[in-house]
């Protein structure tokens, strides 16, 4: 059972623009929403995360928009840069460090330049 | 940030041999560890949670006498594949969680390549 949704799979995007990533989860116990940007080759690396009781949390030209009731949240990239291309993960856990990721699909983004 | 590694970093070896992949914590003290595997274009996939001094937890579907976990410190996992044949060819990566909070960190990851 997949319990984080991510979409789209891919996304192109004209630097300068806005990518939107989204992920939906189904289970309410979840507390800790990261999202990891991976390059090929490469190991992810820890973007931005939010925790259930904010709504948005901005990191420079990163947004994190999360909506409790329908448990979603979502990923703002804004300004997108060719550089930004790479493939983005949203996951989401429950507790401390100690317990495990559940992650989205992925969708691999792509900014034209 | 806090820093994991993992050795080797890509690997080719003949199917029947076993290989041995090493995830280290350089700057901090992680209790728990995790092994996962990635195909190409796909997700990071768990196959087991490492805690220091215990056993491992295997996911549904992995064959913990095929890959072995020990966590013999605070900073060191080792993921052991054994008799490794093709179809284990992969991206491995370990990550390891801090005492402190909820982050994990991310290895750089191992191909693995079986001929």
């Known amino acids: 059972q997949q319990q984080v949704k991510q979409s789209p799979q891919s996304l192109i995007v004209q630097k300068g623009g806005i990518s939107i990533i989204n992920c939906a989860y189904e289970n309410t116990a979840f507390d800790y929403f990261p999202w990891y940007q991976q390059f090929p080759g490469k190991g992810p690396a820890l973007l931005i995360a939010?925790?259930?009781?904010?709504s948005e949390k901005k990191e420079g030209r990163f947004t994190i928009s999360f909506n409790k009731s329908a448990k979603q949240f979502s990923l703002h990239i804004m300004d997108s840069q060719p550089g930004d291309s790479a493939t983005y993960f949203c996951a989401a856990s429950i507790g401390n460090a100690g317990n495990m990721l559940t992650f989205g699909g992925g969708t691999r983004l792509m900014v034209k330049p | 940030g806090a820093v994991v590694s993992q050795h080797p970093s890509r690997v080719i070896c003949k199917s029947g041999t076993s290989v041995k992949i090493e995830c280290r914590s350089l700057?901090?003290?992680?209790?728990?560890m995790f092994w996962y595997r990635q195909f190409p274009k796909q997700s990071l996939m768990l196959m087991a949670t490492s805690n220091e001094g215990s056993k491992a937890t295997y996911e549904q579907g992995v064959e913990k006498d095929k890959f072995l976990i020990n966590h013999a410190s605070l900073t060191l996992s080792t993921l052991t594949v054994t008799s490794a044949h093709p179809e284990d060819s992969s991206f491995y990566i370990c990550?390891?969680?801090?005492?402190?909070?909820?982050?994990?960190?991310f290895g750089p990851g191992t191909r693995l390549t079986v001929l």
């Open positions: 990550s390891a969680g801090s005492l402190a909070g909820h982050e994990q960190f």
């Open positions: 939010i925790r259930p009781d904010v």
């Open positions: 700057d901090f003290q992680a209790t728990t």
